[in-house]
């Protein structure tokens, strides 16, 4: 989620245990979401480094992963944040 007025282009590198690291760019427009998929693969543990240009402190930006088992059903969610107070984000998805 994008909270300024214009668009920014996130970079997210895909590291895993497993696979080859993959690398992709989503732009979201300003104010706006986008949801996007990882390119499939077989990544083991999985790692989403959002890239350097994306973590500038001058907008306000939350993104998020999750994750499914697709054995068990378990799930995960990881968020991150750019000038959000921790108590703002508890907030989100509620």
């Known amino acids: ?36 998929n990882i390119p499939a693969g077989d990544y083991g543990n999985l790692y989403l480094i959002v890239g350097t240009e994306s973590l500038r402190n ?18 995960w969610v990881a968020i991150a944040s750019a000038n959000f107070d921790p108590s703002e984000l508890d907030d989100i998805g509620q």
């Open 1 to 36: 989620m994008n909270a300024d007025s214009v668009a920014h282009t996130f970079t997210v590198d895909v590291l895993g245990d497993r696979g080859t690291p993959q690398h992709f760019s989503v732009t979201v427009p300003g104010p706006g979401t986008v949801l996007a």
């Open 58 to 75: 001058d907008y306000s930006w939350i993104g998020f992963a999750s994750s499914t088992d697709n054995l068990t059903g378990d799930g």
